[in-house]
């Protein structure tokens, strides 16, 4: 994967708390910023070890990071400090993505609407890794919640990109899309108040707040070229899907936390500039080699400050 003319060689990959951002990412310069912090949900996370013969199973791994608290209070001020310093980060039309799931994502949506201010929040967007379930008292987590929330006014929110479109029903294709145009596209007209707007077939229908397209699996099986055997890494399609909804090309993608650096390596791919940190030493490895393997360039930093940050 190389990175498109668009995007410039200035990038940035850093080592520190995210609480140092501040240092590589100007005041307001950030587009998007996706945030896939630690749960909250008291666990240890082992990478995938690599050993002759492949790669074995995380249990046996090195620990890449930890999500132990000694509250949900404990976690929720720690989330907080970051979040508000994230916004700062955010230019005006810019937002951030927050990626929780059912244990925390309630607490923390109270937290961030007190941050951002309730007529901030531009939606959840529900995403269904396609896991499975471990039931064993209610019913078993199989989706994970990422809130969206705009730093002003008027946020970047790229509809028509191909990235937030899905194909129509079938019996909807073969129910309204019957007539054809001079080019061959299938297309239905609708007149709505006196005024008729054309669809097309293969434009396809908005995506929607329930994800079920970008498997888990892709990212984290040994079988797929994408995994990189850090743990809870997520697929690049949710990651491209993400840069293109909220940013446009040129424009600067930030992850506070990018653990294998997923959302780098989607930010180059997309022809977005990025800057991202990882407080993680196997982290910062695992995204480096990455982008790397993707012949993409940056900048390297520590974070001077991290020792400092609470
Ligand atoms: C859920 S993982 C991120 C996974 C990543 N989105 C991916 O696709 O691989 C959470 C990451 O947060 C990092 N982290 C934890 N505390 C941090 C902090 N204070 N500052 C920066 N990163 C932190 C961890 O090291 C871990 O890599």
């Not at 912090?37 to 990071?65: D, Q």
Request: charged share 25%; proline share 5%; hydrophobic share 40%.
């Amino acid at each position: 994967m190389r990175r498109s003319e668009a995007a410039r060689a200035d990038d940035v990959v850093a080592r520190g708390d995210m609480l140092g951002l501040g240092a590589i990412v100007g005041a307001g310069a950030a587009d998007v910023i996706y945030m896939d912090p630690p749960f909250g949900i008291s666990k240890r996370f082992a990478a995938r070890a690599e050993e002759p013969g492949g790669p074995r199973s995380r249990a046996r791994g090195p620990v890449a990071y930890d999500d132990l608290w000694p509250s949900l209070e404990a976690y929720l001020a720690w989330l907080t400090a970051r979040v508000v310093a994230l916004r700062e980060l955010l230019a005006d039309h810019g937002t951030l993505w927050l990626h929780l799931d059912a244990r925390a994502v309630h607490d923390a949506k109270v937290a961030c609407d007190r941050v951002f201010g309730r007529a901030r929040f531009l939606g959840e967007v529900i995403w269904a890794p396609g896991n499975g379930s471990k039931a064993r008292r209610g019913p078993g987590l199989a989706h994970q919640t990422l809130l969206l929330y705009a730093r002003g006014r008027d946020p970047v929110w790229n509809h028509s990109d191909p990235a937030l479109r899905e194909p129509y029903a079938d019996t909807s294709q073969a129910m309204h899309f019957k007539q054809v145009d001079a080019d061959g596209r299938r297309y239905r007209d609708r007149t709505v108040g006196g005024k008729t707007y054309r669809y097309y077939a293969d434009v396809g229908r908005a995506i929607g707040t329930v994800w079920t397209d970008c498997p888990a699996m892709v990212a984290n099986t040994p079988l797929r070229r994408e995994t990189t055997g850090y743990p809870t890494q997520k697929p690049l399609k949710l990651l491209d899907r993400i840069v293109r909804a909220s940013s446009r090309p040129g424009g600067l993608v930030v992850d506070p936390c990018f653990g294998s650096g997923t959302t780098l390596v989607a930010a180059a791919a997309a022809g977005r500039r990025f800057a991202g940190c990882d407080i993680g030493e196997r982290a910062v490895r695992t995204a480096r080699a990455r982008l790397d393997e993707a012949h993409v360039s940056y900048i390297y930093r520590e974070l001077t400050d991290a020792a400092e940050a609470s």
